[in-house]
């Protein structure tokens, strides 16, 4: 059974931060790519330039590697920050879908809360944050970001 960690941009620190010292024998900490931006510049691109012209000037192809490598850089901080063996994975989807999928089976999900941080509860979670938390199929630590 592993710890689930979800690395997003501007929270993970205090994602890394609660599970540092957990037992766990396994700690896996997980980037998803959200595929909205990068369907947006190729559907963009398609419309004006017209479907299968140009398509080595696509720049959906070059958001698509930005956020790859954005990801696995987020990723090597967040394993730099925990200082210890652990499991990354890096993945592509609807961002609380992949979450929920990714959480099968673990342990616990770490989640950091990315609303207004001015306001307690519910609107303290964004959308994606609050889906992963009605749906996560395992426990789920929620963590103020630092």
Excluded: K, N, Y
């Excluded at 997003?8 to 595929?35: F, K, M, N, Q, Y």
């Excluded at 510049?41 to 419309?47: E, K, L, P, R, V």
């Amino acid at each position: 059974m592993a710890v689930l960690v979800w690395v997003v941009e501007g929270t993970w620190p205090a994602c890394v931060d609660a599970v540092r010292d957990h037992p766990s024998a396994e700690i896996v900490l997980l980037h998803v790519s959200g595929h909205d931006v990068p369907e947006a510049a190729h559907g963009a691109f398609a419309g004006l330039f017209g479907r299968g012209q140009h398509r080595e000037r696509d720049p959906g192809t070059a958001v698509e590697q930005l956020a790859t490598t954005s990801g696995r850089d987020l990723l090597a901080a967040a394993a730099h920050r925990l200082g210890r063996p652990c499991t990354t994975r890096e993945r592509t989807g609807r961002v609380e879908r992949e979450v929920v999928t990714a959480a099968e089976g673990a342990e616990l999900l770490v989640v950091a809360r990315d609303g207004d941080h001015a306001r307690p509860g519910p609107r303290s979670l964004g959308p994606a944050s609050r889906f992963v938390v009605d749906h996560a199929p395992c426990p789920v630590l929620l963590v103020w970001p630092d």
